[in-house]
């Protein structure tokens, strides 16, 4: 599903908006939807709508999002929060401020949410491994536009996390998120998984 030979991060001289069309450009789609929501980003972000949420929680009504989703390669673990305001189990991240790079934010929001610095998966790099486009349930509902990111991390490396945005943390194995009820989860998380199994396992299904 993904190659270990993977783009550059976009130029410096380019424009945010050409960065950002690189960025998402590295993202190779794992469905149907994935290849909707990457569609759909591409128009959001030549169209010339504001990128950056500027006042919480919904201005502008559509924003970009990192998620990143932390696995220990070695015992197959991955990291999931459960995140008090959306009330579902989903991996940490963050808005990405204005002038700032994705990777950045998976950077600092890692260092400000767990206490720990980001260490980029050698399956993808510092590059995004999946896109979602989702309306969030509850006040103030917009749409996020999460580029996730895949780190490579002990699972028991993370031994403190934001308490004020999340209530706990669990470690999972893939096969174990996978019999987690969707309904309790981030909708796409299933989706994601899917397709971490399929570039762990050299393009099996």
Not at 103 to 116: D, P
Request: glycine share 8%; proline share 8%; hydrophobic share 35%.
């Amino acid at each position: 599903m993904t190659s270990t030979t993977r783009p550059h991060l976009a130029s410096d001289s380019a424009s945010p908006r050409a960065r950002l069309l690189e960025t998402i450009g590295a993202i190779e789609p794992w469905d149907a939807l994935e290849r909707d929501h990457l569609d759909t980003t591409r128009q959001w972000i030549t169209g010339g709508a504001p990128l950056h949420r500027v006042r919480k929680p919904d201005v502008p009504p559509t924003h970009l999002v990192s998620y990143f989703v932390v696995l220990d390669h070695e015992r197959g673990l991955l990291l999931l929060v459960a995140h008090r305001k959306a009330g579902l189990w989903l991996p940490p991240g963050g808005h990405v401020e204005p002038g700032e790079h994705p990777w950045a934010a998976v950077v600092r929001e890692c260092r400000e949410e767990l206490g720990v610095e980001a260490v980029a998966s050698p399956l993808t790099g510092p590059h995004p491994f999946f896109l979602t486009v989702t309306r969030t349930r509850g006040e103030g509902r917009h749409t996020d536009v999460s580029l996730w990111y895949l780190l490579d991390l002990d699972a028991d490396a993370v031994t403190d996390y934001d308490e004020g945005e999340f209530a706990a943390i669990r470690r999972l194995t893939a096969e174990e998120v996978l019999d987690e009820p969707a309904e309790s989860l981030d909708p796409h998380l299933h989706r994601f998984t899917r397709k971490l199994i399929h570039a762990r396992t050299g393009g099996r299904r």
